[in-house]
């Protein structure tokens, strides 16, 4: 007696696979809204920059910079982290800075003054930034 054999059924294995296309579709919308937001998002008070042929300072990749701007009025805003929309008075500032810099030694310091502002009010911000403990302010201007 002979037995009969059966063909045997194929059983489909679960598919492992992910399909990752819909990811790729969303990353690509991500990205294409922050490439649209990116240049709207402004940081700072609104300072006229001078204009200077220079090569762009070395940047501390480890910390933020601490930025003093002087508007036009002659109001100083003190720029660290988000709460940099209010005005400080100088005194201020050289006590503000002073407690950042006891903190973190290596904080860069860097002053925006608008082009119209007068001489003697950059060597007064610049003056109160060393006696806080600035070793080095940095001038920001913009390129031509």
């Known amino acids: 007696m002979s037995a009969i054999r059966r063909p045997r059924s194929k059983r489909h294995k679960p598919n492992a696979e992910i399909n990752v296309v819909p990811y790729i579709d ?3 919308v991500l990205l294409v809204i922050f490439m649209v937001t990116a240049p709207m998002m402004t940081q700072g008070v609104n300072v006229d920059l001078p ?3 220079s090569d762009p300072v070395e940047s501390n990749e480890l910390s933020e910079p601490l930025v003093i701007s002087v508007t036009q009025s002659g109001d100083f805003y003190l720029e ?3 709460n940099n929309k209010q005005p400080i008075m100088l005194e ?3 006590v503000q800075v002073s407690k950042i810099l006891q903190r973190a030694p290596d904080t860069q310091v860097l002053l925006r ?8 009010l950059i060597v007064r911000i610049m003056t109160v930034l060393q006696q806080a403990g600035a070793q080095s302010v940095g001038l920001v201007s913009e390129s031509p």
Request: glycine fraction near 20%; charge should be neutral.
């Open 26 to 28: 969303v990353m690509m």
């Open 51 to 53: 204009q200077a042929k």
């Open 80 to 82: 660290l982290g988000e």
């Open 92 to 94: 201020r500032i050289g």
């Open 113 to 120: 003054g608008d082009r119209a502002i007068e001489y003697g």
